[in-house]
């Protein structure tokens, strides 16, 4: 069992409509949850990051913890071409390293 | 205030020769980390050191690689007699505080090719 699932996507969403990414994670001991965005051929970059169940919103961007179920979202509200990207969602259990997913690939449709 | 720096962007090596890849993290930043990413995958662990300390390795593959983050100068990953299933995009990320606690912070990539 992977240690952060994504679904691959691509997940295809019209300009101005929200996207919602999902990640789930195998470790009830993880501590602190992370989204980053990666544009092909670049480095990812953090777009939010988690520690407490319930919702953390910064602009456009939400982020949603439940950690009975072992489940991440990040919701993006008025979705914009310039979001089309991979987003990896990472997990820290120890307190040295993220485990990462494979990442769930996003186009948003002008 | 550069970001974290890494070298080469692309580097082509044959089997069995050495490939050497080099990072220099953010100004200030103590904890050096290195990824591998394969195409259409997520990125995975592989070292995490402090200054002259490799922290943990226990990502990294027991033979052929190794990784250093020397008193003075960038940190390196070291992979010998490189096989084709090295191929792949090496990350370094860097953080001022260990991961659990702070951002992480990623260069660029090497973009490693094994032919």
């Known amino acids: 069992q992977k240690e952060v699932e994504q679904n691959s996507g691509p997940l295809s969403v019209p300009e101005g409509a929200i996207a919602s990414l999902n990640c789930t994670y195998s470790?009830?001991?993880?501590?602190?949850f992370f989204w980053y965005r990666q544009y092909s051929g670049k480095s990812p970059e953090l777009i939010m990051f988690i520690y407490s169940n319930g919702d953390k919103e910064d602009g456009r961007f939400t982020a949603q913890l439940n950690k009975a179920s072992q489940y991440v979202s990040l919701l993006i509200r008025d979705s914009q071409p310039s979001d089309s990207a991979t987003y990896l969602c990472?997990?820290?259990?120890?307190?040295?390293?993220?485990?990462f997913g494979s990442g769930t690939k996003l186009n948003v449709k002008p | 205030n550069a970001g974290v720096m890494q070298n080469p962007r692309h580097l082509v090596r044959r089997r069995g020769q050495e490939a050497r890849l080099r990072c220099s993290p953010m100004k200030g930043h103590s904890h050096v980390y290195w990824y591998r990413q394969l195409p259409e995958e997520g990125l995975k662990f592989m070292v995490y050191l402090q200054k002259e300390n490799i922290i943990d390795e226990s990502g990294m593959p027991k033979e052929r690689f190794s990784a250093e983050f020397p008193k003075e100068g960038p940190s390196i990953l070291r992979i010998q007699q490189v096989v084709r299933g090295d191929s792949a995009a090496y990350f370094c990320?860097?953080?001022?505080?260990?991961?659990?606690?702070?951002?992480?912070?990623f260069g660029e990539g090497s973009r490693l090719t094994v032919l």
């Open positions: 990472a997990v820290n259990r120890n307190f040295n390293k993220f485990y």
């Open positions: 990320a860097s953080s001022s505080v260990p991961a659990n606690t702070g951002e992480l912070f």
């Open positions: 470790d009830r001991g993880s501590q602190s």
